[in-house]
């Protein structure tokens, strides 16, 4: 909320209280604003001392913004590189996803089937003593394809909200404004329906489990 909080009053703000620097004042708020975020990034690496491909993603997607918004308005870029970016980007990790699929070593255990969530040594070593891990594999990679299917959707509308959203081009005095109103909007355009599929696929991936362990939610989810 922060972010969008100053990129959509950060201008008038510094205009209030006439801060004085010699310094394009859209190209500050959009700095401060996303340090924000890229903070977080290097907070939580130093916490959690790893990093997955999609926490690097989700920096590089903030270093675009950033980028497309002080660098396109000294060398003149249109709103068009800002809206190609918004919808790249997811489909590009739903991409990277499907290919995981195809590989055999789908990425659902990044987003679901991890240790945060599931009691992964128990579902295992039921899954091995009942010979059920290839039975598994496919349901897990059934499951996966319902994440695929929502970074596609997000990439779609992405592309349609930034285009709708977003009408003038880097530099110019409302586009701070207007990446705001994209960023707040899509949180429940884009991440309500996403994360509706997200937990349709949690939850075939935990009745599947059910089914070829015998055991209860209780028994291998983590309170």
């Not at 990277?96 to 255990?109: A, E, F, M, T, W």
């Not at 909007?185 to 362990?213: A, E, H, N, Q, R």
């Amino acid at each position: 909320m922060i972010p969008v909080i100053l990129l959509k009053n950060g201008d008038e703000l510094l205009n209030k209280i006439d801060f004085k620097i010699d310094f394009n004042y859209s190209i500050l708020v959009l700095i401060v604003a996303l340090s924000f975020p890229v903070v977080y990034f290097f907070l939580d690496l130093s916490s959690k001392k790893r990093v997955n491909f999609i926490s690097i993603l989700g920096f590089i997607n903030v270093l675009l913004t950033g980028g497309i918004g002080v660098f396109g308005a000294m060398y003149g870029l249109s709103r068009l590189w800002f809206i190609l970016k918004e919808g790249l980007m997811p489909l590009v990790i739903g991409v990277i996803v499907l290919l995981s699929i195809k590989r055999g070593n789908p990425l659902i255990h990044t987003f679901i089937y991890n240790e945060a969530i599931f009691k992964t040594d128990i579902i295992n070593q039921n899954l091995e003593n009942t010979d059920q891990l290839e039975a598994f594999d496919i349901m897990l990679a059934r499951s996966s394809y319902l994440i695929v299917l929502a970074f596609f959707f997000s990439s779609i509308i992405q592309f349609v909200l930034a285009g709708v959203i977003v009408t003038v081009d880097p530099g110019h005095p409302d586009f701070n404004d207007q990446v705001g109103t994209m960023t707040w909007v899509s949180y429940f355009v884009v991440m309500v329906p996403s994360l509706s599929m997200f937990g349709l696929s949690l939850w075939k991936l935990v009745s599947g489990i059910k089914d070829l362990t015998d055991l209860e939610s209780k028994e291998f989810l983590k309170n």
